[in-house]
Structures are given as structure tokens and as C-alpha cells.
């Protein structure tokens, strides 16, 4: 399973909230201008609760902040980390 999602998360067989959840993060990281409401409610439609958006939210631009702050001060990848 972490292979399918590695490879493509949108074809690894996740259940609808996971897709969901996910769909939300992608579309907040790459085209944060484009978020509507209609966002909000389809996660809403799969049954999370205005809480759970906001950690879902919360977490998806926590994590950008970071990864731009880190870019900003040109702070290296760890070893580990495949570019």
C-alpha cells in the first residue's frame, strides 16, 4: 500500500475520506488561489468535521511554511531524503 500511495496516491486504492483529504491538501499546496467553499464541503461530504478541516488545513500550510522557510535559508535535504 505505502508503494501505491509513493507512486500515485490518487490510484493507490485509499477509501473516500483518505482521497478527499488528500485531493484538499494537494489543491491547498499547488493552487492555494483556487480554493472555494465547495473545497470545504466535499470534505465535509465524507464526514469530517469543520475541527478536522481545520487540522487538515492547518497541517497542509504548516508544512508548506516550512518546507519554504527551509528553501528560503537554503537548508540542505537530509541524506535520507530522495530529491
Known sequence: M???IDADWSTAGLDDR???MLAYAQKL???PTRM???DVEKLR???FSD???LDICEVT???AYVNR???GLGVALETWINE
Open 2 to 4: 505505502l508503494e501505491r
Open 29 to 31: 499546496t499547488i493552487e
Open 36 to 38: 472555494t467553499e465547495d
Open 69 to 71: 522557510i527551509a528553501d
Open 61 to 63: 500550510a504548516y508544512y
Open 51 to 53: 475541527r478536522d478541516i
Open 45 to 47: 461530504d465524507v464526514g
Open 18 to 20: 483518505r482521497n478527499a
